[in-house]
């Protein structure tokens, strides 16, 4: 993860004193309501269609998502570039690209 994006969002954060607001469970839930924002861009019309038309409002909330998954990490002492490699790991165990590659059902189904 590029460390200064990190501190420059930490930063952000800590000028104004709001890392007392920022604790495990309401950075979680802030987390699924900038999701559940970015999601609403998507509502009732086709993919191209929220992009021709939201894409403005799409990039301020996945940067929003991203930010508070970065202010969730820190709070929880997690390095990002670890638990990322660790999933992707995962991911590549459960979705062995011969039985995976082109199909879109869950691992369990393959």
Same mark, same amino acid.
């Given at each position: 993860?590029? @460390?200064?994006?990190?501190?420059?969002?930490? &930063?952000?954060?800590?000028?104004?004193?709001?890392?007392?607001?920022?604790?495990?469970?309401?950075?979680? #839930?802030?987390?699924?309501?900038?999701?559940?924002?970015?999601?609403? @861009?998507?509502?009732?019309?086709?993919?191209?269609?929220?992009?021709?038309? @939201?894409?403005?409002? #799409? &990039?301020? /909330?996945?940067?929003?998502?991203?930010?508070?998954? #970065?202010?969730?990490?820190?709070?929880?002492?997690? @390095?990002?570039? /670890?638990? #990322?490699?660790?999933?992707?790991?995962?991911?590549?165990?459960?979705?062995?690209?011969?039985?995976?590659?082109?199909? &879109?059902? &869950?691992?369990? /189904?393959?």
């Amino acid at each position: 993860m590029n @460390n200064d994006l990190k501190m420059r969002i930490t &930063k952000f954060r800590d000028d104004r004193d709001w890392a007392q607001f920022h604790n495990p469970k309401d950075l979680a #839930i802030s987390l699924s309501l900038e999701a559940a924002e970015l999601l609403e @861009n998507f509502q009732w019309v086709s993919s191209e269609e929220a992009l021709q038309n @939201n894409m403005e409002q #799409i &990039k301020d /909330e996945l940067a929003d998502v991203l930010i508070l998954s #970065i202010l969730l990490s820190d709070v929880i002492g997690v @390095n990002l570039d /670890e638990i #990322i490699d660790e999933k992707l790991k995962k991911n590549e165990d459960k979705y062995p690209v011969d039985k995976a590659q082109g199909r &879109k059902e &869950k691992y369990t /189904e393959l």
